[in-house]
């Protein structure tokens, strides 16, 4: 139970700081890492970014209702309802990342590093429904982890790009790193807590 509460209040943490952290995307036309874009005067990429940016925060917005086990007992349907929000989501801010990831600042290996992040998040989450439509219950909860735990590369990604506000180290360098270190930390934590819950269909 605590460890579930846990969980909970984590993602739902995460989510309500994103949205606090992206709001500057939408106030202005041209903020934060955007004036550092090769397309920052292109329409469609504007558009791409956003959707990628709306879609992935309603991605995270839904992710805490899957590990309510109130919500998958007593109300599987609204858990269901839930999980096609987030599936779909994960589809447009997946594929809108996968364009936006072929430039990005930093040359040839942040693109690399964001392009495979969106690439295993559209997979993971396409195997996750794959399990569930064959009855295959743990195996749908260890992709939905995995998937989770790539959505959720956003928060370590940001707070990433806010060390080089606190210490002498140049901003583009750790935009290269973090393009990588954001979703192999979390899917490293994601393999943790997988292999730690053998009963995954308990939690």
Known sequence: MKLRAFHTLFFWSGAITMVVMSMHYFQNHISGILKGKILVDQLWYHIV???HIVFGMIAMFAAPTQFSQTLRQR???WHKRFGYIYVVSVLLSGVSGFV???????GIMSRI???ILSVIWLVSTYKAISSIIKKNIVGHQKWMIRSFALTFSAIP????????????????EIYKLASWLCWIINLTIAEVIISQNKGLQTI
């Open 49 to 51: 970014f956003r959707i």
């Open 75 to 77: 109300y599987m349907l």
């Open 100 to 106: 936006i990831a072929q430039f990005a600042m930093g």
């Open 113 to 115: 590093g964001f392009t």
């Open 157 to 172: 990604l940001r707070l990433m790009l806010l060390i080089p506000l606190f210490f002498n180290v140049e901003f583009i």
